[in-house]
């Protein structure tokens, strides 16, 4: 059996969302570390402004992971019937959920001790669906092609035809097959 090949973009964009969504996950964990903590704290939370961090992979997340949405439910539709790819979209949607909630708070609130806003409940629960979904995703992805799969996903070949180039071509001509 050879070994597994995933489409370019579909590798860019789930590599720019699991970078974004682990550096969105640590400082998270500082930023609940530091200002929350009712279920527990690091050991050592480092001196920073991880609010605003925090805040801005938000920011950079909401497009790329939409952009990887969109993808999911176009290019990569077929992918989704495996269960381990369904719930992938599962942390998508709760990954939309916590960027939502994530700008409907206020800064302060957490500095400031306020920790009983539902936004903010509903911010850590999503976090919570994202977390877990992708543990099932990965322990599925292993379970169904092991390290080769998952290391199709870091590969960085790309073969004739699956070149950034090619992405307009291979979106028009889903969009043809769809009419």
Same mark, same amino acid.
């Given at each position: 059996?050879?070994?597994? *090949?995933?489409?370019?973009?579909? $590798?860019?964009?789930?590599?720019?969302?699991?970078? %974004?969504?682990?550096?969105?996950?640590? #400082?998270?964990?500082?930023? *609940?570390? $530091?200002?929350?903590? /009712?279920?527990?704290?690091?050991?050592?939370?480092?001196?920073?402004?991880?609010?605003?961090?925090?805040?801005? %992979?938000?920011?950079?997340?909401?497009?790329?992971?939409?952009?990887?949405?969109? *993808?999911?439910?176009?290019?990569?539709?077929?992918?989704?019937?495996?269960?381990?790819?369904?719930?992938?979209?599962?942390?998508?949607?709760?990954?939309?959920?916590?960027?939502?909630?994530?700008?409907?708070?206020?800064?302060? &609130?957490? $500095?400031?001790?306020?920790?009983?806003?539902?936004? *903010?409940?509903?911010?850590?629960?999503? &976090?919570?669906?994202?977390?877990?979904?992708?543990?099932?995703?990965?322990?599925? #992805?292993?379970?169904?092609?092991? &390290?080769?799969?998952?290391? #199709?996903?870091?590969?960085? #070949?790309?073969?004739?035809?699956?070149?950034?180039?090619? &992405?307009?071509?291979?979106? /028009?001509?889903?969009?043809? /097959?769809?009419?």
């Amino acid at each position: 059996m050879g070994r597994p *090949y995933q489409p370019s973009l579909l $590798r860019l964009l789930h590599g720019l969302t699991a970078l %974004l969504v682990i550096g969105c996950w640590l #400082s998270g964990l500082l930023v *609940y570390s $530091r200002y929350d903590g /009712r279920w527990g704290r690091l050991p050592f939370t480092p001196d920073g402004n991880w609010i605003d961090l925090h805040g801005q %992979l938000g920011w950079f997340l909401l497009p790329v992971g939409l952009a990887f949405t969109a *993808y999911a439910l176009t290019l990569g539709k077929a992918r989704l019937r495996r269960a381990t790819n369904s719930m992938a979209l599962v942390a998508l949607v709760a990954l939309v959920l916590a960027v939502a909630t994530g700008k409907l708070m206020q800064e302060n &609130w957490l $500095r400031d001790g306020e920790l009983h806003h539902l936004v *903010y409940a509903l911010h850590l629960v999503a &976090w919570l669906v994202i977390g877990l979904a992708v543990l099932v995703h990965v322990a599925g #992805s292993l379970q169904q092609g092991g &390290w080769p799969l998952l290391a #199709s996903m870091s590969n960085t #070949s790309v073969r004739e035809g699956d070149l950034p180039g090619d &992405w307009p071509g291979q979106i /028009r001509r889903y969009m043809k /097959r769809k009419r």
